[in-house]
């Protein structure tokens, strides 16, 4: 498995490109398969993607959506990266599966949650922070090397640069996507993103998938 990497001019053709990539890929899915099953990531470069992704051609009524991660935060907190996607989508009918991190159990509630995840994602679709984490798989945290086979954990960033304990998919959840698509944009992804492609021990470095598909912009990718 080898991780592909295109470069592109400045966030907007990133945002762009992703979204016609995903819209393709999700009328191939439904021609195929009946639907398209995508897993979504927090973050800002996802609800730019999905800006451009509701003006594409996407059969929305048989895409169904799961999270890649989410903060444990009330519902209406800003830093839930449910309200951000469900305000990108907009009246775009796609099923939406919410990780259920107002439970009480969370421990449970993950397990219920990867309990309910399909056997393949036809999409993953992941970013990328400035310490090299994706997902909610953070540098020295618990969840990079507790896996266990595990889909779906609880974690937290051991540093505290990122708040909230967080509900995220593990790296076997990701693996089992037929295509993992990671965007990196900004001068602030330049160091991680070097980080992924010199083979550092990095998390985004674990990324495992039949295909792996990085579109960066050249801020983000000025140092390869």
Known sequence: MEHELETLPDPAAVAAAGAEFVA????????????????????????????????QQVPWDSVVIYQVDERVAPPDDPDRNLAHLRQALGPAPAQVWPMPVNDSDLGAAAADYAAAL?????????????????????PGSP?????????????????GNNPHPRMTLTFSAIARSRLVLVTASGEGRREALSAVCNGEDVPAARIRAERVVWLADHEAAADL
């Open 143 to 159: 969840a990079l090397d507790a896996d266990e086979g595990r889909l779906v954990v609880m974690n937290e960033d051991p540093r």
């Open 24 to 55: 393709e890929l999700a009328r191939d899915a439904v021609a195929a398969d009946g639907v398209f099953r995508f897993a979504v990531s927090g973050g800002h470069t996802p609800w730019a993607m999905f800006a451009e992704l509701t003006q």
């Open 118 to 138: 399909p056997g393949e994602f036809h999409l993953v679709h992941l970013g990328l922070g400035p310490d090299g984490h994706t997902a909610s798989l953070f």
